[in-house]
């Protein structure tokens, strides 16, 4: 390698050592140091999701024995209940459709939904309204975090 760089003219020389550094850094800034700011993010997502699996299993059983706080004595319909909690929970954009299920139940439709929103707004639904998840179809909708779902809620 030495003796056939040494027999290179100056030009193809410096044209070499050139692009030998030009390869390097382009490794370096291209490949190596988003691959190290994506495991760094990836570390801190996992640190905090670790962090929230702590809180919820603290509080899980002071949970569990209050019980749920149904909500039932409004005389609203399950649709409109549904409706306006999925609103509330800033899944307006999101709500696709929802047609009656058998009795006491009903379908709901939600396109390109944040999935952490959907949790939330079925945990509020189960919580205050007495209203449960009989089945649920769920899919990812392109973007991270983003989902469709098919969901039957069943009034308790």
Do not use: C, Y
Not at 23 to 40: E, K, N, Q, R
């Amino acid at each position: 390698m030495k003796l056939s760089f040494d027999t290179m003219s100056e030009r193809e020389q410096r044209l070499l050592k050139f692009g030998g550094i030009a390869a390097v850094l382009i490794l370096i800034f291209g490949v190596l140091l988003p691959l190290d700011s994506s495991v760094a993010k990836a570390r801190a997502r996992i640190t905090q999701k670790q962090a929230d699996l702590v809180w919820m299993r603290n509080v899980a059983p002071v949970i569990a024995t209050s019980g749920p706080a149904h909500n039932r004595g409004t005389g609203e319909s399950l649709i409109v209940i549904v409706d306006r909690s999925a609103r509330e929970s800033g899944l307006e954009k999101a709500l696709a459709g929802s047609e009656p299920n058998g009795p006491g139940g009903i379908q709901v439709r939600l396109e390109k939904a944040s999935f952490d929103a959907m949790i939330g707004w079925l945990s509020r639904l189960s919580q205050q309204n007495g209203i449960s998840v009989e089945g649920a179809s769920i899919d990812g909708a392109g973007a991270p975090g983003m989902v469709n779902a098919s969901i039957v809620l069943r009034q308790q």
